[in-house]
Structure formats: structure tokens, C-alpha cells
């Protein structure tokens, strides 16, 4: 089993019919149900600024854990 990829380009593209919108649309509902997960594609974000987000994201995870405590859920002190 691989996970979905869910091409979203008829919510991009004007001259998407509603057909074609209704069909993404039940793509992204069935990966979510099935899989709860997709790989989202054609959606329009800038490969250089997906670069720099798996980055940022590769130096935050290479922290110590004591570092990444500090940006954890606590609802308690209104952290989300």
C-alpha cells in the first residue's frame, strides 16, 4: 500500500468544471478516511520554500529534547 496522492489542481485552475472539483474533493475525503494522510500534489507551493520548511524542520528536530519541550501542547498554560 502506498499513500494517496491527491492532485488538487481543479481548485487552482478556472476553467476546472464542478465535476472535476467534485471529484478532488471526494479524493481528499477518501485518503483522509482510508488512510488519514495524503500527499497532496499540483497545489502551487514554491518547491524553494518547501526546501526551507524541511530545513527549519530538520534543525528543530535535531534539537535537544529539553528544547522541543519548550514548544509543547499545554493547554493548561494556553498552548495549543
Known amino acids: ?3 494517496p496522492v491527491v ?3 481543479p481548485f487552482l485552475d478556472a476553467t476546472s468544471s464542478q465535476q ?6 471526494e479524493a481528499v475525503r477518501a485518503a483522509a478516511a482510508d488512510w488519514g494522510v495524503m500527499h497532496i500534489a499540483s497545489h ?8 526551507r520548511l524541511r530545513a527549519a524542520g530538520a534543525v ?6 529539553q528544547d522541543k ?8 498554560a494556553g498552548r495549543l
Request: proline share 12%.
Open 1 to 3: 500500500p502506498r499513500i
Open 7 to 9: 492532485d488538487i489542481s
Open 20 to 25: 472535476q472539483r467534485d471529484a478532488c474533493v
Open 44 to 51: 502551487g507551493i514554491p518547491a524553494e520554500l518547501m526546501d
Open 60 to 65: 528543530f528536530f535535531s534539537l535537544p529534547i
Open 69 to 76: 519541550e519548550a514548544y509543547a501542547n499545554d493547554p493548561t
